[in-house]
């Protein structure tokens, strides 16, 4: 009788620690730095268009274009960032890869020279052909071949035009290393 009150009375601590590691183990990391949320986003189509101070320059979005203005904020020593951006929409898909089929192009503003990237039309790509045995199929985002990256410059807006439907999807990418040399 002594021992299973003595394995009862040790259970309460171990369970205690075990669960207590386990939150600890799964608490999301604290926001800091680029971690946290700091470009500025605005989505314009050509029914709710309003004309933005950082973007007057750019074109008006067609009808079935969504305009997309990316503000970055300034950041000390921008010339160590970089910023990443991917197009494509989020869909069920089953255990094939799949793509999407768009071209990303660069324009520019005439008379201004400013630099702005439109996606005329995305249609349903390339998968892989693999026989799925599970009939569950999961939400993941497909995307049109290839990513866009920039340099960081907080000086102007980065503008998209993309169908609807279509999504914009960024991260922001920091050095963090220093050069190496070869002599």
Same mark, same amino acid.
């Given at each position: 009788?002594?021992?299973?009150?003595?394995? $009862?009375?040790?259970? *309460?601590?171990?369970?205690?620690?075990?669960?207590?590691?386990?939150?600890?183990?799964?608490?999301?990391? $604290?926001?800091t730095?680029?971690?946290?949320?700091?470009?500025?986003?605005?989505?314009?189509?050509?029914?709710?268009?309003?004309?933005?101070? *950082?973007?007057?320059?750019f074109?008006?979005?067609?009808?079935?274009?969504?305009q997309?203005?990316?503000?970055?904020?300034?950041?000390?020593?921008?010339?160590?960032?970089?910023?990443? *951006?991917?197009?494509?929409?989020?869909?069920?898909?089953?255990?094939?890869?799949?793509?999407?089929?768009?071209?990303?192009? &660069?324009?520019?503003?005439?008379?201004?020279?400013?630099?702005?990237?439109?996606?005329?039309?995305?249609?349903?790509?390339?998968?892989?052909?693999?026989?799925?045995?599970?009939?569950?199929?999961?939400?993941?985002?497909?995307?049109?071949?290839? &990513?866009?990256?920039m340099?960081?410059?907080?000086?102007?807006?980065?503008?998209?035009?993309?169908?609807?439907?279509?999504?914009?999807?960024?991260?922001?990418?920091? *050095?963090?290393?220093a050069?190496?040399?070869?002599?």
């Amino acid at each position: 009788m002594k021992l299973t009150h003595l394995l $009862n009375a040790a259970m *309460v601590p171990l369970t205690f620690a075990l669960l207590s590691f386990n939150a600890a183990a799964v608490s999301p990391p $604290n926001q800091t730095g680029l971690n946290a949320p700091m470009i500025s986003v605005m989505s314009f189509t050509s029914k709710n268009y309003t004309q933005q101070e *950082v973007s007057k320059m750019f074109p008006a979005p067609s009808a079935g274009m969504v305009q997309h203005i990316l503000t970055l904020p300034k950041l000390e020593n921008e010339e160590n960032y970089m910023l990443e *951006v991917q197009i494509g929409q989020t869909q069920l898909i089953d255990c094939n890869k799949h793509g999407l089929n768009g071209e990303l192009k &660069e324009h520019s503003v005439q008379g201004w020279g400013y630099n702005y990237y439109q996606v005329d039309e995305v249609s349903q790509g390339p998968s892989t052909m693999m026989a799925c045995f599970e009939l569950a199929k999961k939400e993941a985002f497909v995307r049109i071949p290839g &990513e866009l990256k920039m340099r960081y410059d907080s000086r102007l807006p980065k503008v998209f035009y993309l169908p609807e439907g279509t999504e914009l999807r960024f991260r922001t990418w920091k *050095v963090d290393s220093a050069y190496q040399y070869a002599k």
